[in-house]
């Protein structure tokens, strides 16, 4: 065990965790950071993504060791007070959601993709958000969530990743 | 015409619908126990209670049973105006929260951000079987709009007393009373302030037809949609209580398997709280790391008979049917005419052999838990689409009394008919009981793979007589062990043998979204392409030739011609379809494949579906359940397959069992008929079952190859 520190959703804090436990596990068990979810624990499926530096990463492979001192941005940071991040409000318009489980992972690699790619095809959202699993099928929707986002301007800009 | 608005269908199609037995008995003394106190200000509308036989659950119906007449739900309106609706059903992604709240708006008159649902809280809400058999939108959604209908003239009774003047003359809109002759007005809070009235519901309610729907019927968004995008809604496996400890469950080497010897030393020496009882052995530690390293630090041994493999599968389910033997009377047999005469004289007789394997679910959030005792009260806040069979469990479980059970059920992670037992819930509830401190568990993916259930695997052999004239005359059609969910014909066959036969199983197995309807129209609608091969007639000429039912007719035209059905192809393109009736709904599913000559490899292009579900609640959700329905369906129909041996899952990680990935979506359209002359019915199932054998009628027209296992391709063309 040692201290580590942690700088999330541009708050700082310090866990008392071994360095080699999932990143998903401290965000989960020890910040009461539960919007981003567990689904396979291997990196296959995407539920617990969040931004690291502002790139999407699988939080349940990722050491909690290896972010310290990095930025690292949680769905729960990505709003701003009230207002929702334009790729949260497209999720919404769009319906782009079941049950909502996968959503929250599905939105930090959306949102990391803008970043890099601010008015992405339908196949490179296809080939970025592959490693994303939506079980109950929304991915159409997704799609248009994540083409309609695109468009909106502040969502190129600044505004993904860490704030 | 024919309508199918009879809701008194037989259950069959819940035979798999698993009603399981808690899977521990655990030895605890009888304690005192105290009676959960009811809560509710004003009751407007209450049911009958559910019927005895229906409370006592557990034991499997017998096939043939009606579903429950009595569908109990009921609202509150308080003094603030507010509405609370509560019902035993649970929100798992399907959006009954919202379309139940629509029903609610609509016959109350009141704005649905002042209707709040109270869902799958077995101190809370009425009874309820349980969410599946696409039961919500035909049975609760309409109960709630009777109640709130009741509710709404009741109110108006309260205002034309308080006028003196008849109930008639008054109207009720967005959550008011107005006279309108002598232009007053009271709000529902108004109205209900101080008063503690019961109301039952009476016999005959005229309800608004769906014609003049203004709530329901629209493309309402989800409802509390804000809480899911900002990370902040609470799942089963999000929950969290002061002092919770985290719980882990040591798993047997094998299925069936008896613990024979443990070694528990380190474990013991980690500061958990360690649990040996029976074959059950578990831990509780203050995060799961440290659980998970002190189950790792046991040593096991585990004994278990040998077991079959899937290598074996078909042969095995041909041997070990259980006709005779079954006590709950599960055989099916559905005898028309003389099927043996009727094919000897046939121009042309068809037969065939299609299977289906094991396949999961893939909840993407697992089974998950937190249980807590107070004395021998204990809350349990689990994933269920059954909270009140998992009370059941948990009683049965603990020796107590299911009024000393409260199971709630937060808004899930999806279910698919894979969630209806309650193995986290006990499992947390009996570690909480020996660390006397709230235990959470949830599953990895791996025990969800392995120790959850599976969609039965089956083999469907069918005959087909046809006549030069595409006139099917004889059909006879024998399923092992997959379920009889939609095994009848809905085609017009003078002559019919229908046979379900169960199997002992080698895995564990159960309900699934759709059940076996979708292996059953793979076969019927597969046949159906093999029997018109075979007479020359084009697929959907011919089916419509053979079938009279109106409302299956008009999606297989609806589709067909958003389809551009008759168009020409190109080389390695192929079209296919495939439709048919369940849960009370229609679809029809047109496929375009394309198959890659060199590779083999299979990419499903578009995929165009027509379902027709009565009367449209939510066009928007409806589009999403027929959608999501096309993406998950096609995990089944091409590559998902559970591989198992002696006792073990093989491919039990998502690294090794393929689900539909962003990569696999074909371009998707979905027609809606919106029939507004007919009751609203389930749309969670139905629009699966078109599209397995809409594929392999589609490749079979790309490159002339009849493909009758599913999945159908899973490592490709060539190498199946």
């Not at chain 2, 939609?486 to 002992?504: A, D, L, M, S």
Request: some cysteine.
């Amino acid at each position: 065990m040692a201290a580590i520190r942690l700088a999330i959703n541009g708050k700082n804090y310090s866990v008392d965790a071994d360095p080699q436990t999932s990143l998903l596990s401290v965000l989960r068990e020890d910040l009461d950071l539960t919007g981003s979810k567990y689904g396979c624990g291997e990196g296959m499926c995407g539920a617990c993504t969040v931004l690291i530096e502002g790139k999407a990463q699988r939080s349940c492979i990722t050491r909690v060791g290896s972010v310290s001192g990095k930025q690292v941005t949680t769905i729960e940071g990505l709003a701003s007070g009230d207002e929702l991040h334009p790729v949260q409000q497209a999720f919404l318009d769009a319906g782009a959601m079941q049950c909502g489980y996968c959503t929250s992972g599905m939105i930090m690699s959306a949102v990391a993709l803008l970043k890099k790619n601010p008015a992405p095809s339908e196949r490179d959202i296809s080939d970025f958000m592959d490693g994303n699993v939506c079980r109950c099928g929304t991915y159409s929707r997704i799609v248009s969530a994540i083409q309609k986002a695109s468009t909106t301007p502040v969502a190129a800009a600044a505004k993904g990743g860490t704030r | 015409m024919s309508t199918k608005t009879n809701f008194e269908i037989p259950l069959e199609p819940e035979r798999y619908e698993l009603r399981e037995g808690a899977p521990y008995r655990f030895d605890l003394g009888r304690r005192d126990f105290f009676k959960f106190l009811g809560a509710g200000v004003v009751v407007v509308s209450v049911l009958r209670p559910a019927m005895v036989a229906q409370e006592s659950g557990g034991g499997r119906r017998r096939s043939g049973d009606s579903l429950p007449k009595e569908i109990n739900a009921w609202l509150h309106i308080g003094e603030d105006g507010r509405v609370t609706a509560y019902t035993g059903k649970v929100e798992i992604g399907q959006n009954i929260r919202t379309s139940l709240s629509q029903a609610v708006s609509e016959e109350l008159h009141v704005p649905l951000d002042r209707i709040e649902m109270v869902m799958g809280d077995t101190q809370l809400t009425p009874f309820d079987m349980g969410t599946f058999g696409s039961r919500t939108t035909p049975t609760m959604n309409l109960q709630f709009r009777r109640v709130a209908a009741a509710a709404r003239d009741t109110l108006v009774g309260l205002a034309a007393a308080q006028w003196k003047v008849d109930p008639q003359s008054l109207v009720a809109s967005n959550g008011t009373i107005t006279d309108p002759k002598l232009k007053r007005s009271l709000d529902y809070a108004a109205l209900t302030k101080g008063q503690r009235l019961t109301q039952e519901l009476p016999e005959e309610d005229p309800l608004i037809p769906a014609a003049d729907w203004k709530v329901a019927g629209n493309s309402t968004p989800k409802v509390e949609g804000r809480e899911f995008v900002t990370g902040k809604h609470r799942y089963p496996s999000d929950q969290k209580l002061p002092g919770m400890l985290y719980g882990k469950v040591l798993r047997p080497a094998t299925f069936d398997a008896t613990l024979t010897s443990i070694d528990t030393k380190k474990a013991e020496q980690m500061g958990v709280t360690l649990v040996r009882d029976g074959n059950f052995v578990g831990v509780a530690a203050t995060s799961s790391q440290a659980a998970e390293a002190a189950i790792e630090a046991m040593r096991a041994e585990w004994k278990s008979e040998p077991q079959p493999s899937n290598k074996d599968l078909f042969d095995y389910l041909r041997k070990n049917t259980t006709e005779g033997e079954d006590v709950t009377g599960d055989g099916d047999r559905h005898d028309v005419g003389s099927v043996d005469q009727a094919f000897s004289s046939a121009d042309h007789k068809v037969q065939a052999t299609y299977t289906v394997q094991y396949i999961a679910h893939v909840p993407l959030e697992p089974r998950a838990a937190v249980a807590k005792w107070d004395g021998d009260q204990l809350t349990v806040w689990t994933g269920t689409q059954r909270p009140f069979g998992v009370r059941g469990q948990l009683a049965e479980a603990f020796h107590i009394p299911e009024d000393h059970v409260r199971v709630l059920m937060p808004d899930m992670g999806s279910g698919y008919g894979g969630k209806h037992t309650g193995e986290t819930a006990i499992e947390a509830a009996r570690l909480a009981r020996a660390a006397k401190r709230p235990v959470k568990v949830v599953w990895t993916r791996e025990e969800e793979f392995s120790w959850a259930y599976f969609r039965p695997a089956g083999i469907i052999d069918v005959i087909g007589g046809v006549s030069n004239n595409g006139t099917i005359t004889a059909w006879e059609m024998h399923n092992y062990n997959s379920g009889s969910a939609g095994i009848r014909t809905y085609y017009e066959i003078p002559n019919q043998r229908i046979v379900f036969h169960p199997v002992k199983s080698p895995l564990r197995q159960g309900s699934y979204r759709a059940l076996a309807a979708t292996a059953n129209h793979f076969a019927r609608e597969s046949h159906m392409d093999e029997l018109a091969h075979a007479v020359k007639m084009d697929p959907l000429e011919f089916r419509l030739k053979n079938l009279k039912d109106e409302r299956l007719r008009a999606v297989f035209q609806a589709a067909g011609k958003q389809f551009g059905w008759g168009k020409s192809k190109i080389a390695g393109q192929g079209f296919g379809m495939g439709g048919g009736y369940e849960k009370l709904g229609n679809i029809a599913t047109f496929a375009e494949v394309s198959v890659d000559s060199k590779s083999g490899d299979v990419k499903v292009v578009r995929v165009v579906s027509a379902f027709e579900c009565g009367a449209i609640v939510n066009p928007d959700n409806l589009r999403n359940q027929v959608e999501g329905s096309n993406v998950q369906g096609l995990g089944g129909a091409l590559f998902e397959a559970i591989q198992f041996e002696n006792g073990k899952i093989l491919n039990g990680r998502l690294s090794q069992y393929r689900v539909p990935r962003f990569s696999d979506l074909p371009k998707l359209e979905t027609v809606l008929l919106d029939r507004k002359d007919i009751p609203s019915v389930g749309a969670g199932e139905c629009p699966m079952i078109g599209l397995a054998p809409a594929i392999a009628n589609a490749i079979f027209d790309a490159v002339g190859v009849r493909l009758r296992a599913l999945p159908l391709v899973p490592n490709g063309l060539k190498k199946t």
